[in-house]
């Protein structure tokens, strides 16, 4: 009888170890880089507007020269992973990572004009099961946007280009 407890005791522990390990190892999606499982573009003259995904959705409000954009990257499965949001109204960048799995995405905006003015933001990468970041970009009304979507912080492991309108 004590044997099969001490057994029984034994396994136990052996799959929770296991669970842990399986659990806290950095993300697997992402090699080879996530792709693209939804993008939606909205002229903000026409807004207020709304989409759909399978985070939380997407609220444009009206700025009657703006072009607001959200991308939702996921796995080879289709698993949401990531999502990012330029909001013209405001120029506000928002900047989601929904899978903790030790991986995300890293964000290098720019826009035209002003000497290539530029700046590189990810979402905080807490143990939070949502990591959620928004930057008020204050660029100039009118201005194109560019999002460089990068896979490193490094910035050498491009994944996809945005553009947007502020």
């Given at each position: 009888?004590?044997?099969?407890?001490?057994?029984?005791?034994?396994?136990?522990?052996?799959?929770?170890?296991?669970?842990?390990?399986?659990t806290a190892a950095p993300a697997q999606a992402y090699s080879p880089n996530p792709r693209v499982i939804q993008h939606d573009t909205a002229l903000t003259k026409y807004c207020p507007c709304?989409?759909?995904d399978v985070i939380d959705g997407t609220y444009f409000e009206k700025d009657d020269g703006g072009m607001g954009v959200k991308t939702v990257f996921g796995n080879a499965s289709g698993y949401a992973l990531a999502k990012v949001e330029f909001h013209p109204y405001g120029e506000?960048?928002?900047?989601?990572?929904?899978?903790?799995?030790?991986?995300?995405?890293?964000?290098?905006?720019s826009?035209?004009?002003?000497?290539?003015?530029?700046?590189?933001?990810s979402p905080p990468g807490?143990?939070?099961?949502?990591?959620?970041?928004?930057?008020n970009l204050?660029?100039?009304?009118?201005?194109?946007?560019?999002?460089?979507?990068?896979?490193?912080?490094?910035?050498?492991?491009?994944?996809?280009?945005?553009?947007?309108?502020?």
């Open positions: 009888m004590r044997h099969r407890s001490l057994a029984a005791l034994a396994s136990v522990a052996t799959a929770a170890i296991a669970s842990t390990v399986l709304r989409f759909n506000k960048l928002m900047m989601y990572d929904v899978a903790n799995d030790g991986d995300g995405l890293y964000y290098k905006v826009y035209e004009g002003d000497g290539g003015k530029y700046g590189v933001y807490t143990s939070n099961a949502w990591d959620v970041r928004t930057v204050n660029i100039p009304e009118g201005r194109r946007v560019t999002i460089q979507v990068y896979d490193d912080k490094a910035l050498t492991d491009h994944v996809r280009t945005i553009t947007a309108t502020a």
